[in-house]
């Protein structure tokens, strides 16, 4: 005879599973966004500077859907759902500062840098409450950070003097 065992989903209880529904969607939302300027900003990108910017936009877009795939799953795995559909995306990020046709390096990317800054405030502003809630969502809005600032550098450093 098989004896079946009732499992609860979650590991984690309702108080963090919110917190962390609360504090990382933004950040999902945002990191998608990021990653469809981001391919507008590879498409469009113009001047001396071409293959460098070209390629490196491709990695910040990769890293944007892997950060946003992170985090979208932290929130699955306690036990609450994610809405990242694009219409949702749409209206709760900011407009892009990526321009809607061809651009010069320079000003690609500062647009893609600033959308960056808008994620990475939303990124700490999860770091400051998840430390209150769910210390293991707090490690992956820390991860991000990391990532992001690394990509941000990297993107900056070709404008710095
Ligand atoms: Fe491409």
Same mark, same amino acid.
Do not use: Y
């Given at each position: 005879?098989? +004896?079946?065992?009732?499992? #609860?989903?979650?590991?984690?209880?309702?108080?963090?599973? @919110? #917190?962390?529904?609360?504090?990382?969607?933004?950040?999902?939302?945002?990191?998608?966004?990021?990653?469809?300027?981001?391919?507008?900003?590879?498409?469009?990108?113009?001047? @001396?500077?071409?293959?460098? !910017?070209?390629? %490196?936009?491709?990695?910040?877009?990769?890293?944007?859907?892997?950060?946003?795939?992170?985090?979208?799953?932290?929130?699955?795995?306690?036990?609450?759902?994610?809405?990242?559909?694009?219409?949702?995306?749409?209206?709760?990020?900011?407009?892009?500062?990526?321009?809607?046709?061809?651009?010069?390096?320079?000003?690609?990317?500062?647009?893609?840098?600033?959308?960056?800054?808008?994620?990475?405030?939303?990124?700490?502003?999860?770091?400051?409450?998840?430390?209150?809630?769910? %210390?293991?969502?707090?490690?992956?809005? !820390?991860?991000? +950070?990391?990532? %992001?600032? +690394?990509?941000?550098?990297?993107?900056?450093?070709?404008?710095?003097?």
């Amino acid at each position: 005879m098989t +004896k079946t065992q009732t499992i #609860s989903m979650t590991a984690t209880g309702p108080e963090a599973a @919110s #917190s962390t529904a609360q504090f990382l969607t933004p950040v999902v939302l945002g990191l998608q966004a990021l990653a469809v300027n981001g391919k507008q900003a590879h498409w469009n990108v113009r001047g @001396s500077n071409f293959i460098a !910017i070209h390629e %490196l936009l491709d990695t910040v877009v990769a890293n944007a859907q892997g950060f946003a795939d992170l985090a979208a799953e932290r929130i699955v795995a306690l036990g609450l759902p994610i809405d990242a559909r694009v219409s949702t995306v749409a209206e709760k990020t900011g407009a892009t500062r990526v321009p809607a046709g061809f651009a010069q390096w320079q000003d690609e990317i500062t647009a893609v840098v600033t959308d960056m800054d808008a994620v990475i405030a939303d990124v700490q502003a999860a770091i400051d409450a998840l430390d209150e809630t769910d %210390l293991t969502s707090q490690d992956v809005a !820390i991860a991000i +950070k990391a990532g %992001l600032e +690394k990509d941000r550098w990297f993107l900056s450093a070709h404008l710095a003097a």
